[in-house]
């Protein structure tokens, strides 16, 4: 796996951790839309990046589904 995807999953951990927002999650709506917009983001980049067979190897038995989802995202 590309050490640029490690990288983005463990920034992505380290935003979700923080007690601090961009967007206070107090504010209805937008304050949980932040890390929902960097979780879209990361899994994306992490779809398109990461080798498909490592990616269903990992995935489990609904190997359609992640096929849809790289259909999307290309």
């Known amino acids: 796996m590309p050490w640029t995807v490690k990288a983005a999953l463990v920034g ?5 951790a923080m007690p601090f927002d961009v967007i206070p999650d107090w504010i209805p709506v ?4 932040d890390d929902v917009l ?3 983001f990361v899994v994306g980049y992490v779809l398109r ?3 498909r067979e490592v990616v269903a190897e990992h995935w489990g038995e609904d ?3 992640l096929e849809g ?4 995202r290309t």
Do not use: H
């Open 12 to 16: 992505m951990s380290l935003y979700l």
């Open 30 to 33: 937008l304050g949980y839309l």
């Open 38 to 40: 960097v979780v879209g």
């Open 49 to 51: 990046k990461v080798p």
């Open 63 to 65: 190997v359609e589904a």
């Open 69 to 72: 989802l790289r259909r999307k």
